[in-house]
């Protein structure tokens, strides 16, 4: 390859996304999935596609799947984006609301993505740091920005910011779009602020099907705001790929989406499993986050957990670790289902005991 | 809304496509969709997905998948990129590859999302005109240039550039990418250029399951290209969705790639329709460009074609046109069914005798 041929290629370092191992036995805690399979609507759903209409582009629309996710958060049909995963969403939201010479905001430690997204639209950006405590530090993210975007619960650390702290930063930034990422919310107590877009016109907030709703491998998320913000995101969407959602993930969200039950019952199992997860670790002797999350962010000050990282693995247990600053001694483990919860819990006691 | 927050928004016209109108009794002849259902392998593996799979991120590397599409087009496996829709392919090659001050360079008449993504990503373009004929002028795409998009068979004219006048535009331009978007081309007699990707660095082939492969449905296209330029799409792709083929998709598309006796099946009937529909128009004393494709795009000079496609819409037989210059007394009629292709006939005659 030339040299005036490569020079017009792009140059851009990538999202690194954690390990997807198939295979028996492998116990996969790295990547926040549910251990729980979809509903039984999911399922009955599924095997009531008639592959015949995948002939046809799919539906672009999906009005009726708009206003069930609405119903479930309070949100009006006319205030609902869908996308090809949450990842897609927020893409399409940095390049839809972030446009100014002004860098836009999000924590120092959080989801790796969002530096990623800044590199590729070349949008300038700054990291608020955590507090020590790796809680929010609100007062930071009202200075001059361009835009902000903040996961709550924060991720990796599966810390949640009460409400009245988001509110706190939405309604001092009027002159900035917010965008709140929720890929974790449906496990915190307070719950989701879905309700705030009426409220504020500056507000976004960000979901998805992959965790909560143990829907990963269809690749669903979406995104509550106002109808002039979506009625812009839309206009992004219809200017990189008019059809993203594709037929038979529309009709298995639909359905996911109606079974409020099944739902509540798998986030309650995560929630139990996770108390005897942290129970365990902290009996350990880990230090361990306060999770709103699937997730625990844990470290254990006298051990190398990179080292008890690469032993897990090497006993098929995947986890996920950073390389990051201030968090390079932490691990972060979604909470499976209690039996390997159990098998995990062993495996740190005899790297600890070796 | 305050000005500086919607100052701080995108400003874009975006592609519209065709309609997508669902119902009984309508005669979808607008957004060139196969008639037919996908392969019997594919409803096959729809049945036997276990949706316990779902929760899960999908494999995002897909090697089988990959494989089995460089087998059909004689392309290695490390030369395959795939994503959610070619269109999808497309906008991240346009980011991938189009980064010059100089314009990028596609047909006046053609697929009308190119000049959409060079507005979307601020790549300069520059619309090379298509001869009286509506052929590819060669020569016109030798000029200097900062990256080639060219469809073939053109759309929506369904004329198809021989190999040599293509091979001609890549040996011409060594210092930029040339895509050739072969969307359209297994309905070409001299099929696709797919393993000139071994010849070519800079030679980019893109095509889509959405027509040949009757599954507009599930969203699926894929490129072609040296190992070099498919990790540059990569990291572009990890930069902006690391997920984009979902787990029932890579299953479905992997199904209908090994079936090739029925995809040559569903190609050969809907090129004999094709004939029909092309000798029912002239009868009617239509101009038919000659196609290459699944669709004609024809005039009828002493006739409103648009009021033709409006009486068209009001009997629930829906074709496209476009308020394009030039071709604005054209109609892209996909090629539907036999019984389809007849209800059009009997409809544009009852239109002509009015």
């Known amino acids: 390859m030339n040299d005036k041929l490569r020079e017009k290629l792009i140059d851009i370092e990538p999202y690194v996304p954690g390990d997807q191992p198939k295979g028996e036995g492998i116990i996969k805690l790295n990547t926040n999935e549910s251990p729980y399979p979809p509903s039984p609507r999911v399922a009955e759903a599924l095997k ?13 629309v999906c009005t009726e799947l708009k206003t069930v996710l609405g119903e ?8 609902v984006f869908l996308g090809n995963g949450s990842d897609e969403v927020l893409a399409l939201c940095f390049k839809a609301f972030f446009n100014s010479d002004e860098p836009i905001l999000f ?8 530096s990623v997204w800044a590199e590729l639209f070349k949008i300038p950006y700054k990291r608020v740091p955590l507090k020590d405590d790796f809680t929010l530090d609100v007062e930071g993210f009202l200075n001059k920005n361009g835009g902000i975007v903040i996961p709550n619960p924060n991720a990796p650390t599966g810390i949640y910011e009460p409400k009245s702290g988001i509110e706190k930063i939405i309604r001092g930034n009027k002159d900035s ?7 974790y919310v449906d496990f915190s107590e307070e719950g989701s602020i879905a309700e705030l877009v009426h409220k504020y016109d500056n507000l976004v907030v960000v979901q998805t099907y992959s965790k909560s709703r143990n ?10 705001a106002n109808p002039e913000l979506i009625g812009v995101l839309e206009g992004v969407k219809n200017s990189f790929n008019s059809y993203t959602i ?13 079974d409020r039950g099944y739902f509540e019952m798998c986030v309650e199992n995560i929630k139990s499993t996770k108390a005897y997860l942290i129970t365990n670790l902290k009996e350990l002797g880990f230090t361990v986050c306060p999770s709103s999350s699937n997730f625990v962010f844990a470290t254990k000050a006298d051990t190398d957990c990179k080292a008890l990282f690469e032993y897990l693995r090497s006993k098929n247990i995947y986890v996920r670790r950073f390389d990051a600053p201030k968090i390079s001694n932490y691990l ?4 499976g289902t209690d039996r390997e919860i159990y098998a995990l819990t062993e495996a740190i006691s005899d790297f600890l005991n070796k």
Do not use: C, H, M, Q
């Open 48 to 60: 009531n596609i008639n592959p015949s209409e995948l002939k046809l582009y799919p539906d672009f």
């Open 72 to 79: 479930n958060y309070g949100v009006n049909t006319n205030e």
């Open 107 to 114: 924590p120092d430690i959080t989801y790796s993505f969002y």
């Open 177 to 183: 779009i917010v965008i709140i990422d929720e890929a």
């Open 215 to 224: 829907l990963a491998g269809i690749r669903f998320g979406y995104a509550f």
């Open 246 to 258: 594709n037929t038979v993930t529309k009709t298995l969200a639909l359905e996911s989406g109606k």
């Open 332 to 335: 972060r483990i979604t909470v």
